[in-house]
């Protein structure tokens, strides 16, 4: 059934599934945060050095410095927050297909799991990619260029940061090499162009 047609639902059972559906989301959320809070509290050494191992070899007495009291709780924060959401995503994903998938046409249903898919793929590309070559090529060449009179010290704080840029840009760039956006979006900026070609050339002839 696509959108518009009969039997659709009041605007307050629209509320009412929508709030339905935000607890179970809210719930799922909770319990992944709080699971992966436990674990990685429980497993923080092993966690952190695997996290730090790219730039172990550049590091003077082989650790990263800690300027605040509190920054491998926030890390451990960070971390538990990104794998709780990773976690609890077959939930969320599950509740807004519900919630959605009765506003949209069949064809475009058919669209969006391949698309969910491929965007799956390719965020687990990026990953591999910024991990395994990027990351330490960039740490090669930001070390390398150090002045000799400098003594590289690199707080933990701020590696950590620049670990989730480095992730975060090249899964944003991979997820926009999605074949199946790239082969939609041209037809739609199209459409776009053309309406709003004939929008000003309306607008010319009434002048």
């Keep these: 059934m696509g959108p518009g047609k009969a039997g659709e639902m009041p605007f307050l059972d629209h509320l009412e599934e929508l709030r339905h559906r935000l607890m179970w989301i809210l ?28 730039i172990l070899p550049y590091l003077v007495n082989g650790k990263l410095t800690v300027f605040h009291p509190a920054a491998a709780f926030k890390i451990i924060m960070n971390l538990s927050l990104i794998l709780g959401t990773i976690m609890a995503s077959p939930v969320i994903v599950w509740h807004l297909w519900g919630f959605l998938s009765p506003a949209l046409y069949t064809h475009e249903k058919k669209v969006v799991i ?3 898919m491929m965007a799956v793929v390719l965020f687990l590309a990026g990953c591999a990619l910024s991990w395994f070559v990027i990351l330490p090529l960039t740490l090669k060449v930001l070390t390398g260029i150090q ?42 900026e199209q459409e776009y162009l053309t309406d709003a070609f004939r929008r000003e050339a309306l607008a010319f002839i009434d002048r």
């Design 114 to 116: 391949p698309v969910l």
């Design 147 to 188: 002045a000799e009179s400098l003594q590289p010290m690199f707080g933990f704080s701020e590696y950590f940061g620049f670990l989730g840029g480095a992730h975060s840009y090249f899964d944003a760039r991979a997820d926009k090499a999605n074949p199946i956006l790239r082969g939609i979006q041209p037809v739609d």
């Design 27 to 54: 719930g799922a959320l909770l319990i992944g945060v709080g699971v992966s809070f436990y674990f990685l509290f429980t497993n923080d050494d092993f966690i952190i050095d695997f996290l730090a191992r790219p």
